[in-house]
């Protein structure tokens, strides 16, 4: 027995139990893949730009307000709050003025081809609770950093787990029904291989061959879908990941742009400052 089926035993459904259960039984039924998992502390005034999220995400406001948008809703998010985003929704955020942000996070994929959710799904977890959810994120966390045998497996257990707990306990004061369509199938597959091959020096070139359409017809088609460019779009996957090569590894910066797909270090500082508003080595974490 799994974590996330001992959970569902030892808790089994109740009057109380949201009814809509039907997406929490997709996701314990079938395969999901964990693509990142982190914990970071975010300054004040902090801005993440705008943009279609290709994987879910399940974020834990651990200190701090963040101010989330979501399709156009503003909601400001308080500390203790878990909430969803889903795969496929634009979104934005910033954190107050007020006061920096610490966050954890992990983002996965799942097989269900359903359309966003209308409002992020979220539940304010009590002081009682809070800890053992914390300790589900660093296990993540940790698990996701390691490379022994049978990572993936553990990797989605402990989100099974994390997902039927938050699942069976959210908010469903807002509506489940989607209100937008899922991209073309050869976006949604070429978005996937271009988060697996970032570092890939050829990547959107290559990228344009496997979406087997033309260049005009398939930009057209990811312009409509994203917002931006197939080549805007991988340059922020790799500019995301090098700013947690540089937060999490101890890596130079030569060394950073090599892992992200770019050959020339001089270039790719220009782009992460031009991106971030700070240069790599600046950035570096102490």
């Given at each position: 027995m799994d974590k996330s089926t001992d959970f569902l035993h030892k808790n089994p459904v109740t009057a109380q139990t949201p009814p809509d259960l039907d997406v929490l039984r997709e996701w314990l039924r079938q395969p999901l893949r964990v693509t990142h998992a982190n914990r970071v502390r975010f300054e004040t005034g902090h801005r993440m730009e705008e943009e279609v999220v290709t994987t879910n995400r399940l974020i834990l406001v651990v200190r701090g307000e963040l101010d989330y948008t979501v399709e156009g809703a503003r909601r400001r998010i308080p500390q203790g709050t878990q909430f969803l985003v889903s795969?496929?929704?634009?979104?934005?955020?910033?954190?107050?003025?007020?006061?920096?942000?610490?966050?954890?996070?992990?983002?996965?994929?799942?097989?269900?081809?359903?359309a966003p959710l209308e409002a992020p799904p979220r539940r304010l977890i009590s002081k009682a609770d809070l800890p053992l959810e914390l300790a589900s994120y660093?296990?993540?966390?940790?698990?996701?950093?390691?490379?022994?045998?049978?990572?993936?497996?553990?990797?989605?257990?402990?989100?099974?787990?994390?997902?039927?707990?938050?699942?069976?306990?959210?908010?469903?004061?807002?509506?489940?029904?989607?209100?937008?369509?899922?991209?073309?199938?050869?976006?949604?597959?070429?978005?996937?291989?271009?988060?697996?091959?970032?570092?890939?020096?050829?990547?959107?070139?290559?990228?344009?061959?496997?979406?087997?359409?033309?260049?005009?017809?398939?930009?057209?088609?990811?312009?409509?879908?994203?917002?931006?460019?197939?080549?805007?779009?991988?340059?922020?996957?790799?500019?995301?990941?090098?700013?947690?090569?540089?937060?999490?590894t101890q890596k130079p910066v030569k060394e950073v742009a090599y892992e992200v797909g770019y050959s020339d270090p001089l270039y790719f500082s220009r782009l992460y400052l031009r991106f971030w508003g700070r240069g790599p080595s600046s950035e570096r974490r102490r």
């Open positions: 795969a496929w929704t634009r979104r934005v955020w910033t954190t107050p003025r007020a006061r920096a942000c610490e966050i954890a996070w992990c983002e996965f994929e799942d097989q269900r081809e359903a660093r296990r993540l966390q940790k698990i996701w950093r390691d490379e022994a045998g049978g990572r993936e497996l553990h990797l989605e257990a402990e989100l099974k787990a994390l997902l039927a707990r938050f699942w069976l306990a959210r908010e469903i004061s807002a509506p489940i029904d989607a209100t937008t369509t899922l991209p073309h199938p050869r976006v949604r597959a070429c978005l996937k291989w271009m988060n697996d091959h970032l570092h890939e020096p050829r990547a959107l070139d290559e990228a344009y061959e496997v979406s087997g359409l033309t260049k005009n017809y398939f930009r057209e088609l990811f312009q409509a879908a994203m917002g931006c460019s197939p080549s805007e779009h991988l340059q922020r996957l790799r500019l995301r990941r090098a700013r947690y090569l540089l937060w999490q």
